[in-house]
């Protein structure tokens, strides 16, 4: 006796969709549904009403007739909603892709992890020692010779321009007290 009572002060349309979902087996859903259908349905309904005068106003026409109305909604088709391509044209394709072998997993038992330097916990602080200059030049002896035996240009200019060298190392855990 509800169902009659509420379908009583339903307006025409949310009738219409209430017995549109009815005649396709849907049986439970929410209230909101009626409402979103409806406004999705009076959307598309002005976006064709409107198409439809803007073909009559192009034809000089007065008024929309009938043939305005099935060329908007034939456009609205055409743009709207697309085929998927043939079964053949995805065969082929999926053929073309799977000729790529996939890449060899190195990784050992569990989770494979990105390397560290990937990640977070990877540690990103540096610590600036700065090197001690001698106020006179040293002689070239072998010692230094056997350290870098011929440096490039780069490692010269390097070595020239940065003073400064970088360390880093991870901190240890803090336990709670």
């Known amino acids: ?15 219409i969709v209430k017995s549109l979902l009815k005649s396709m087996g849907v049986e439970g859903y929410e209230p909101r549904v009626i ?6 349905w009076y959307r598309y309904v002005v976006d064709v009403l409107t198409d439809a005068q803007v073909y009559s106003e192009h034809a000089g026409k007065s008024a929309i007739d009938c043939d305005d109305v099935k060329l908007a909604i034939q456009s609205k088709v055409n743009f709207s909603f697309s085929q998927p391509p043939p079964r053949e044209v995805l065969l082929e394709l999926a053929q073309n892709r799977n000729k790529i072998p996939l890449p060899k997993t190195i990784s050992g ?52 321009q940065n003073p400064h060298q970088r360390v880093s190392f991870p901190l240890p855990k803090r336990q709670k007290d």
Do not use: C
């Open 35 to 40: 409402h979103k259908f409806l406004e999705l």
């Open 109 to 160: 038992p569990g989770i494979p992890l990105p390397p560290d330097q990937d990640t977070l916990i990877n540690p990103n602080y540096q610590f600036g020692i700065r090197n001690k200059r001698p106020v006179e030049p040293l002689e070239e002896t072998e010692d230094e010779e056997t350290t870098i035996p011929n440096p490039t240009q780069e490692e010269r200019v390097e070595m020239q």
């Open 1 to 15: 006796m509800g169902d009659k009572d509420e379908e009583s002060g339903m307006p025409r349309d949310a009738k």
